[in-house]
């Protein structure tokens, strides 16, 4: 069984961290993201349950299923609630993303890269699960021009991007065109497979 080289993607909101993750999938790389992940892990009962038991009936939307928007207000302004949610959700995540990669490896045509996005990588310590990882960094107006959520509240909890461009394997400042993007991860394809 012949594994595929496991990459993480990980950057700051707003950086370009799912374009990264479409660049690698368009360049022959199986693709998963962490956010997919716990979108479905927030639908299983067991989760599901065990989160409104947490942080209260007012997180669930009127179509029955969790409301996001809601659980993010509650958690990044409660920092023991975050502690909490994370601790319940990364092991979850991290086992299905692990899963995800045994089963590829199996595969009787197994892809050479499989590529996961992990917005809390470093902060979760999840980076030793991984071969290789890439940093996605954008000037503070690109990402905060980018991203639909307010980044300010978000960010006090998330590692500097130097700090992380430090511990990275590939390292891309996102402030350009997507077909800049796309060649830089062209390039790291090209240095994974060949």
Known sequence: MTRPVAVAITGGIGAGKSEALA???????ATVSSDEI??????TPEVKQAVVA????????PDGQ???????????????????LEALLHPLVSAEYLRWREQ???????PAVCVTEVP????SGGEVRFDKVV?????EDV???????????????LLPDGEKAARADYVFANDGSLDELDAFVRSVMDDLTG
Not at 38 to 43: N, P, Y
Not at 54 to 61: D, H, S, Y
Not at 104 to 110: C, V, W
Not at 135 to 139: E, K, L, Q
Request: aromatic share 8%.
């Open 23 to 29: 660049a690698f999938r368009r360049h022959g790389a």
């Open 120 to 123: 809390l990588l470093y902060e």
């Open 104 to 110: 590829l490896g199996a595969l009787e045509h197994a």
């Open 143 to 157: 990402r905060r021009s980018r991203s639909e959520v307010a980044t300010a509240d978000r960010e006090q909890w």
């Open 54 to 61: 947490r942080l209260g009936q007012g997180i669930v939307a």
């Open 66 to 84: 969790l409301d996001r928007a809601a659980i993010a207000t509650i958690v990044f302004n409660d920092p023991e609630a975050l502690t909490w």
């Open 38 to 43: 716990v979108h479905e892990l927030l639908r």
């Open 135 to 139: 940093v996605i960094t954008a000037a």
